[in-house]
């Protein structure tokens, strides 16, 4: 089986978005906005994953596969959506999941979806994957690899999409594919190129300094939305009634509307509070959160979770951390 060094998870964006979305009255003016950006992220998501399904049926062991590498060029990052590393060449992998008909303007470098007769201009993603690919040759220069060739290619995702674009940009197709070709694409790719460039060792290296160096992008998703805590709703929210708060008696969280109980619906309040809001948090700041007025009920919860910590009695901090 080939080696997924990096394995793709849910977006840190999405997970945040998700929280936020659950989070805001159903009429906060805010609320079309932010679902129709998560509805946006969550396709780009389910066409990154399609394209999983192709690479199966590479050969195994020919390749390094990076899922969602986040690397530092300069003072700049650059992130990929997947990465193949194998001993020939690099090949970054930009996944679009857009429907209707995509045409690809080399004039005006810009990508133009018509769909229900409706046209709409995007960023030229082979403008992006050009300056991914000048990146990363910088990144392998500066950390001290040999010079290998990378590619590039853009992968429609959805195969009822149509790509069209000018007679005289005859070359598209060596850059823009649908993902079912994707296989038959990297073979020729492997086949074209007769000299390997990096040795096994090179490929351990990668592996070991691409770990290290990708950093996760983090943002405040209330300052990104000029939203504050207090345009949150508060308290344990029922997962059965889908908004319904519960309210806590002998250590349970208990429904008053469909007489649901739970020991543990606290934590995904929590998993909000640490998407939301931040990585720690205060026994006060757990009470205020979870809607509890109890200080020994909040150390109780906060005990049960086994959280590192400092500091002692009331300036005590917990330290959050979930992971998808």
Not at 20 to 41: D, F
Not at 55 to 77: A, C, G, T, V
Not at 108 to 136: C, H, W, Y
Not at 153 to 169: G, K
Request: glycine letters at 4%; a positive charge.
């Amino acid at each position: 089986m080939k080696l997924i060094v990096k394995k793709r998870k849910v977006p840190l964006a999405i997970r945040k978005l998700r929280a936020l979305a659950s989070r805001l009255p159903p009429n906060h003016p805010k609320v079309p906005l932010i679902m129709n950006n998560l509805k946006k992220r969550e396709a780009g998501y389910k066409g990154e994953c399609s394209i999983d399904f192709p690479l199966s049926f590479l050969e195994p062991k020919n390749y390094l596969i990076f899922h969602d590498l986040r690397l530092q060029d300069q003072s700049r990052f650059f992130q990929l959506d997947t990465l193949l590393i194998s001993k020939k060449f690099a090949l970054i992998i930009e996944v679009k999941n857009m429907a209707g008909s995509l045409y690809f303007d080399s004039h005006f470098n810009q990508l133009i979806r018509t769909i229900e007769g409706k046209e709409t201009a995007f960023p030229d993603p082979i403008m992006q994957v050009s300056r991914q690919e000048s990146q990363l040759t910088n990144w392998f220069l500066k950390n001290s690899f040999p010079s290998l060739p990378i590619l590039s290619l853009i992968v429609i995702s959805n195969p009822q999409t149509i790509i069209r674009t000018a007679p005289e940009n005859h070359k598209l197709h060596y850059k823009v594919i649908h993902r079912d070709a994707l296989p038959a694409k990297i073979n020729q790719m492997e086949h074209s190129i007769t000299e390997s460039s990096f040795s096994e060792k090179h490929l351990k290296k990668a592996v070991r300094v691409m770990n290290k160096h990708h950093i996760d992008a983090d943002f405040s998703i209330l300052e990104r939305y000029n939203l504050t805590e207090k345009d949150l709703i508060q308290g344990v929210i029922c997962e059965n009634c889908k908004g319904n708060q519960l309210f806590r008696r002998h250590g349970t969280w208990l429904c008053n509307q469909c007489q649901q109980s739970s020991k543990t619906a606290h934590i995904h309040a929590l998993r909000d509070y640490f998407y939301l809001i931040g990585s720690t948090i205060t026994n006060r700041q757990l009470r205020d959160f979870l809607s509890i007025s109890s200080s020994s009920s909040a150390t109780r919860i906060l005990q049960s979770l086994s959280l590192t910590s400092s500091g002692v009695n009331k300036g005590r901090v917990y330290n959050l951390y979930f992971e998808e």
